[in-house]
């Protein structure tokens, strides 16, 4: 099945740095979605985005619905512990009743 | 209370034995879905439901299917428990926004399954 080009893989910080991230797709989506997985959590979703050009902030966290609708970034400032995790976007065609499809995963540990 | 409750959260079995795993949600959502999820891979659609009538095939359905009791009730079955079914599986729920369907998906905690 189709997936989103998501990078970095991985990511090794020192706290207090600040991170980004993105996905790209060769198709368009009209929602774009971050989500954020703990260890032996499920995907908990961070910020949503339904417009093209949309900025949206959550926190520290700030993401943006790329303006060719093919593309995502998720950006985090000031890097503490508890980011450590797995972050996923996701997106959803631009018809309706399609499902969602998922990056494979950035995964973001700080170093102390 | 969790919005979205998956049992068991863990699992051990042996080949060839039948297992079902059970989602409940509180949302009031009417879609509801289930995924794997292998290291590597991220997550991987494997049946959903838009509401207790409706039943669909995702990307890998094969060895698995589900039953929607109620709005709130999801549970998918293996019938025959095969070792590369070893995997964590996610069930996820979502609602139609206004006139467009936005698929913002909510997750369950997940169930680790170990098939041996």
């Known amino acids: 099945g189709q997936q989103l080009n998501q990078s970095p893989q991985s990511m090794f910080i020192q706290e207090g740095e600040d991170v980004s991230m993105n996905c790209t797709s060769s198709s368009i989506f009209n929602t774009w979605l971050w989500y954020k997985q703990d260890p032996g959590e499920g995907p908990v979703l961070l910020i949503a985005?339904?417009?093209?050009?949309e900025l949206t902030s959550n926190g520290r966290l700030t993401a943006q619905f790329g303006i060719t609708r093919k593309d995502s970034f998720l950006n985090i400032s000031a890097s503490i512990p508890s980011d450590v995790g797995i972050y996923f976007c996701?997106?959803?065609?631009?018809?309706?009743?399609?499902?969602?499809?998922f990056g494979t995963g950035t995964r973001l540990t700080i170093i102390p | 209370d969790a919005d979205v409750t998956q049992t068991p959260r863990n699992r051990i079995t042996k080949t060839g034995k039948r297992i079902m795993l059970e989602c409940s949600q509180t949302k009031g959502h009417d879609r509801m879905y289930w995924y794997r999820q292998d290291p590597g891979l991220g997550l991987r659609l494997i049946y959903y439901s838009f509401d207790v009538k409706d039943i669909n095939k995702g990307e890998i359905s094969d060895g698995y299917s589900v039953s929607r009791q109620a709005q709130a009730k999801f549970s998918l079955s293996l019938e025959s428990a095969i070792p590369n079914q070893t995997a964590l599986y996610f069930c996820a729920t979502s609602d139609l926004r206004g006139w467009e369907v936005s698929d913002t998906q909510y997750f369950g905690p997940g169930t680790r399954l170990t098939v041996l």
């Open positions: 996701a997106g959803q065609p631009n018809f309706g009743n399609e499902k969602l499809t």
């Open positions: 985005l339904y417009k093209a050009g």
